[in-house]
């Protein structure tokens, strides 16, 4: 591949001014920064061998070997910059490639990531539609996350974050553990109404196998309305869909509630048990039985939005210790948390980490491609010719 650059730009053999012979004309040194060492190369300069035409060539680097920074090493700053913080990624390619260099610093190394995050975000309209096997089922699991806000100290924003999956992909690691073989994920942290998180659903759900004619949905989500919002996208795209108040999060809240009220700690497991076998009007009516005998204004507050919760969420409440018995999902906690796994690994892992809405938006194009198993194939196809185009 290197000769074939070399050849294409070779001098003429005539000026194309004034058809003069062309000589060589020098040489000059550039920068080149390969994967473990950099370089300066010798490049030839021609000119026109007439004293009255001035026209001249000198060939450089980006233009032989399409651009200063080889893109196998581009490559490595993108992996490590989309799995660690940039800092870790600067230290880990130091080790990795034993020397401190200029073009290894966490800014380069922040920008090549922001680059690559957003070329793949560009191409999804055109590349990554692409389904596999048409899939009888699916589970997919949407759910939020925040982050410090850079641009408005003392805020935070929302990171949204899905997963798609077969329910054939998950294993058991062991007698409380399973994992997922195979999952498409998305994100978006856009301030869009779900816009770009709805599309990046889709596409994923299309990689996993989703058939209109076909697949069946199994939706889990935490209950938030903007969750429910970007699931229902899948609507006029699958067979059906069934949606579930994740069972996570609902033991999850009475875990927390119970904490902070322990005085009613066996009406919350009584209201724990009727959810878990899908009596939503016992635990309702076990929660207003709370709300009237209890006197704290701030146990008063917890009671009243845990039974708003449940009420919000009543027609997404099912028999949960059925689907158990069954074998079907009923929870995100029978594979890893969508949130532990996307974000906090990347983005939350350091409580002072700050992130504009548009940087994390990069990153986490970049982390779900790695974790969808899809990162080889989308720097190949995808993030590397566009790095050599704009070399």
């Not at 949407?142 to 003392?154: I, L, N, R, T």
């Not at 970007?230 to 996570?248: G, H, Q, T, Y």
């Not at 409440?317 to 689907?323: C, G, K, L, P, S």
Request: glycine content about 6%.
């Amino acid at each position: 591949m290197k000769h074939k650059r070399l050849k294409k730009n070779k001098p003429p053999k005539r000026c194309p001014r004034c058809c003069s012979r062309v000589w060589k004309s020098g040489k000059q040194a550039s920068g080149f920064n390969h994967v473990f060492s950099s370089h300066q190369i010798s490049l030839q300069a021609w000119s026109c061998s007439s004293i009255s035409c001035n026209w001249r060539i000198a060939p450089t680097v980006k233009g032989l070997l399409s651009g200063k920074v080889h893109t196998d090493l581009l490559q490595l700053q993108v992996e490590l910059g989309g799995a660690h913080s940039y800092r870790e990624a600067e230290q880990g390619l130091e080790t990795l490639l034993g020397e401190k260099r200029p073009c290894l610093n966490r800014m380069r190394i922040h920008r090549t990531t922001n680059q690559a995050g957003k070329i793949l975000e560009q191409s999804k309209n055109e590349s990554a539609l692409e389904g596999g096997t048409p899939a009888d089922a699916l589970c997919v699991a949407v759910d939020g996350g925040y982050v410090h806000d850079a641009e408005h100290p003392k805020h935070n924003f929302e990171v949204m974050l899905g997963k798609v999956y077969r329910p054939e992909h998950v294993i058991r690691v062991d007698k409380h553990h399973t994992k997922i073989t195979e999952k498409q994920c998305a994100s978006s942290s856009k301030d869009d109404a779900q816009e770009t998180m709805k599309r990046n659903l889709i596409i994923s759900s299309k990689k996993a196998g989703l058939d209109k004619g076909r697949t069946k949905i199994t939706a889990l989500a935490d209950g938030a309305k903007n969750c429910w919002n970007v699931i229902e996208a899948l609507i006029p795209l699958c067979l059906s869909i069934v949606f579930i108040l994740d069972w996570f999060h609902i033991g999850k809240y009475i875990h927390n509630i119970k904490r902070s009220i322990p005085v009613f700690e066996e009406t919350f497991q009584s209201v724990r048990s009727s959810l878990w076998h899908g009596q939503v009007s016992i635990a309702l009516l076990l929660l207003k039985n709370l709300l009237g005998v209890a006197t704290d204004t701030e146990h008063i507050r917890l009671i009243n939005n845990f039974h708003t919760y449940i009420k919000e969420n009543e027609k997404r409440i099912v028999n949960y210790a059925e689907r158990k018995k069954t074998g079907l999902v009923y929870s995100s906690h029978v594979a890893e948390s969508t949130v532990e796994h996307l974000l906090n690994k990347r983005a939350r892992k350091k409580q002072k980490m700050q992130w504009s809405r548009q940087g994390l938006h990069a990153v986490m194009e970049i982390r779900c491609s790695q974790v969808s198993g899809n990162w080889k194939r989308d720097w190949e196809e995808v993030i590397e010719p566009q790095f050599k185009a704009g070399a």
